[in-house]
């Protein structure tokens, strides 16, 4: 929850004035959490979303919401969908195949379904593949994209087979080749068709936007609903519900009496204990509380004398202890919080490594030896100094954020035992993301990073050297050569493998802190089957498609 | 009266207009629209910053800014919200959310408020007076947020479980899809409309029904009410036609005033009921740093503010003559 600033305060301030002065893509498998049951085909679930999209095109940054991606996914089709274990699969309904057939220069050759066909019978095609890259390989100025990684290293794109085929031969090697042209593939015929084009083509008219998924839009009320029905000239196995509609509900702690009174069917959103407790309590919902791409960590500013002193960062990290972060946070709505050990990848992917070693166990010993043989000396108010400075450092994290105040009261305490003095100083979420991280006036923040399957190429803007996005100007040459390396590899595992020898790197060198995966809190209502979480950027409605009623 | 109503809008002008620059200026310095987008992983390309900075103006001086919006507003274009939606299709949709939930609540509020004033100041100090006191400084005091939570418990769960059908909605102004005639339809808003309606008509009643309470014990205390029980009127023609009309008066302007200022949104009610109205609207424009959102809201509720301060001032002429002839 953000707070409002002062000055938008006054603004709001300054109205209600007046007004006082006048007065004086369904495919594989389910991955639900429904379990074998009978089903009933037909019918309506209710989805409560706090969040309402502004148009229609993913890959614009304009339009791309969390909340767009839940419709979208069931209407616009993507080679590869990421299922709820983190792993990429081809989307068989929509695919024949996508194959790296050369390495050099790098070529991927997707075969579309000769089926595949748009709701107003279109064939998907490569005309669909090569609207997206003109639109996001940064030579159209004017595109809306809202990231062009990978598209830029394309040459070419084309088509052959009838447009079923498409060729992609690429002037950079790119690893991450599965994460492009995925979430999600847009109708090209209807975006050039408008005026606006690909920016703002699909904001308006919603229920025209031709569908190649199980479901498409039936109707659309700003401020109130938006509803999708079948889609019944898909080409894959059809949806079993009528419909499913998308209920804005933006305040989230209204969504668990919604759901206690049949208002909505399944809600969605980062938990709040009296929310959680709620819903628990609730007779006929099912819920869960899982943990996903998203973690929770510490950032160090090198730039600042003190914290540039790697000795400092790791006495720092070894004298906290995260567990007892974890327990008295996370561990709250779920026992299965953990710890986390590696940066790139998370807890439940196969290529995870625990790289924490010591760091995070509460060692205060083994800090304060750290501190002393780096010729620090504790002071007589118990704080670690040295050359006149003392380790005194401020915490800085979102306002109102009642978790990440809970953390940074317990970091404080915590790194009082082990002689370094921390100041609790936040900002509003905007002042701290747009202002302090990226000009460096903090000295160690605590913030949320949200990970993809593609852990390099979405790394590589956090850690490497002179990267806007490398907010603590952390820079080892090692480390930049292995994310070029890497990201050059186009073997999966030997990408992973150096993405793992770079984590180990960042652990050396205590760049930052992870701490643990942020937890999701999904609910939905016994009489569905199929529903169950997808933590990825996918979200839960991946495969919406295979939920159905169960049969009385 | 008709150029005492012109001088008064003629007036409202420059203070609608200076107080849009106000907001204007403030809205436009508290920070910067496009943080979300800037802070995103993978990062949005530059290019695309630098062409929503120029879509929204963001690289042109503030008044510059300022004259453009103006302009445009002048000509009906409120803008576009800074995701790139509509605002005027927005606003109009919204306050007509809002208009809905205030109209019934202010009506409902203003005959309890009536009611219960006049019963206590005519049964002044017994049992009768002492209730609606007490009730009165109970909703006074009571967070609309609470007693939202109350209202959704009781007013609805539990009272849906009891029908064994949904009777009663915790959220939302009407259910999305709705099939059926015009019966059912209204059924669905009646039951959107409750538990709102009651939330926001029972704080305005509070307040109302004290003032009315004062009127009415400040009137019958009057010299010509004497007179007219001396006159040896009856006792029903003394309360309504002598005291009533003349306590009324103040009230009727109160009210008017009132709506006036509800017309802006319920805040807090709209917000515990995920209604979307005229106040949802303010909330999402101060926390996105949405400028033409926000000076669209301000525009109207200004407008529709001095209006009614406007009505106001004529119905207090009206309904007292010696306002006119004064």
């Known amino acids: 929850m953000h707070r409002l600033r002062s000055a938008r305060w006054a603004a709001l301030l300054v109205g209600l004035a007046l007004i006082a002065a006048a007065c004086g893509g369904g495919d594989e498998d389910s991955g639900g959490g429904g379990g074998e049951a009978q089903i009933k085909e037909g019918g309506t679930l209710s989805f409560a979303s706090d969040q309402e999209q502004a148009g229609f095109n993913p890959n614009t940054a304009k339009d791309n919401l969390f909340a767009l991606s839940n419709i979208v996914t069931s209407i616009y089709p993507s080679v590869f969908n990421i299922h709820p274990d983190f792993t990429v699969q081809l989307s068989k309904e929509f695919m024949d195949s996508a194959e790296l057939t050369t390495e050099d220069p790098q070529t991927v050759v997707y075969k579309i379904k000769q089926n595949a066909a748009w709701s107003d019978g279109t064939p998907v095609s490569a005309d669909d593949f090569i609207f997206w890259w003109e639109n996001c390989n940064e030579t159209n100025k004017k595109a809306d994209c809202v990231s062009t990684t990978g598209y830029k290293d394309i040459e070419s794109v084309t088509g052959s087979d009838g447009g079923k085929t498409v060729t992609t031969v690429y002037k950079n090697k790119f690893a991450d080749w599965k994460s492009l042209f995925s979430q999600y593939i847009i109708p090209a015929h209807y975006g050039k068709a408008q005026p606006g084009d690909w920016n703002t083509g699909f904001d308006k008219n919603p229920e025209k936007i031709p569908s190649a998924g199980p479901f498409i839009v039936d109707s659309y009320t700003a401020g109130q609903s938006l509803t999708l029905k079948r889609n019944d000239k898909y080409y894959g196995t059809k949806a079993h519900l009528d419909s499913i509609v998308f209920r804005y509900l933006p305040e989230s702690t209204t969504q668990p009496a919604a759901l206690q009174n049949n208002e909505v069917d399944m809600i969605y959103g980062q938990p709040q204990l009296d929310q959680v407790k709620i819903v628990e309590a609730i007779p006929d919902v099912t819920s869960q509380i899982n943990f996903g791409l998203q973690y929770e960590h510490l950032d160090f500013n090198t730039k600042n004398p003190l914290l540039a002193d790697v000795a400092v960062r790791k006495a720092f990290a070894t004298g906290l202890n995260i567990q007892q972060i974890v327990d008295r946070t996370v561990k709250q709505f779920s026992d299965k919080a953990t710890i986390l050990g590696n940066r790139f990848f998370m807890n439940g992917q196969p290529e995870y490594q625990d790289h924490r070693g010591s760091y995070g166990n509460g060692d205060i010993a083994a800090a304060e030896k750290l501190l002393t043989d780096a010729g620090y000396a504790k002071g007589g108010d118990g704080i670690f100094a040295k050359g006149g400075k003392k380790l005194s450092f401020n915490i800085s994290t979102t306002q109102g954020n009642k978790l990440r105040e809970t953390q940074e009261q317990l970091i404080q305490a915590q790194a009082k035992e082990f002689g370094m003095e921390i100041k609790i100083k936040n900002a509003e979420a905007d002042v701290l993301f747009g202002e302090w991280l990226p000009k460096g006036n903090f000295d160690i923040s605590n913030f949320a990073w949200v990970g993809t399957p593609f852990a390099v190429s979405s790394n590589q803007p956090i850690f490497s050297t002179g990267s806007a996005q490398n907010y603590g100007k952390y820079s080892n040459k090692q480390v930049d050569d292995l994310f070029t390396q890497a990201i050059q590899e186009l073997d999966p595992a030997k990408s992973a493998e150096l993405g793992n020898q770079a984590d180990q790197l960042l652990w050396d060198d205590m760049a930052t802190l992870p701490l643990y995966q942020k937890p999701q809190l999904i609910g939905w209502r016994n009489t569905y089957t199929g529903i169950g979480d997808n933590l990825s950027s996918q979200g839960p409605f991946w495969n919406a498609g295979l939920w159905a009623q169960k049969a009385a | ?326």
Do not use: C
């Open chain 2, 1 to 326: 009266m008709l150029s005492f109503i012109i001088r008064r809008l003629l007036i409202a002008i420059p203070l609608v207009l200076l107080s849009s620059v106000l907001v204007f200026i403030l809205v436009a310095n508290s920070g910067d629209p496009l943080t979300e987008l800037r802070g995103r992983n993978p990062p949005v390309p530059p290019q695309v910053i630098e062409a929503r900075e120029h879509e929204l103006g963001l690289d042109k001086p503030m008044p510059q800014r300022y004259v453009s919006w103006l302009t445009n507003f002048a000509q009906g274009d409120m803008g576009k919200t800074i995701r790139g939606v509509e605002v005027r299709p927005l606003l109009w949709q919204r306050l007509k959310i809002t208009l809905r939930m205030v109209i019934l609540a202010s009506l409902l509020a203003v005959v309890l408020a009536i009611g219960a004033g006049v019963l206590s100041a005519v049964k002044q100090y017994t049992p009768t007076d002492y209730t609606f006191t007490f009730l009165g400084f109970l909703f006074l005091s009571m967070p609309v947020f609470w007693l939202a939570a109350l209202l959704k418990e009781y007013g609805a769960i539990r009272l849906n479980k009891l029908f064994g059908e949904q009777v009663v909605y915790t959220v939302g102004a009407e259910t999305p899809n709705l099939t059926g005639g015009l019966g059912t339809r209204l059924a669905d808003w009646a039951g959107h409309l409750v538990l709102p309606t009651l939330a926001l008509a029972l704080i305005s009643f509070a307040a109302w029904s004290r003032y009315q309470r004062a009127t009415m014990l400040d009137v019958l205390g009057s010299d010509y009410i004497r007179l007219a029980r001396a006159k040896g009127l009856s006792r029903s023609r003394v309360m309504v036609r002598h005291a009533l009309r003349n306590a009324l008066i103040p009230l009727v302007t109160v009210v008017a005033i009132d709506i006036g200022a509800v017309f802006g949104g319920a805040v807090i009610t709209e917000r515990v009921f995920s209604w979307q109205g005229m106040g949802a609207l303010l909330v999402e424009g101060v926390t996105a740093n949405d400028v033409n959102v926000l000076l669209a809201w301000l525009m109207v509720t200004s407008v529709v503010v001095v209006l009614f301060n406007l009505i106001a001032d004529v119905l207090y002429a009206v309904l007292d003559p010696r306002i006119r002839y004064g």
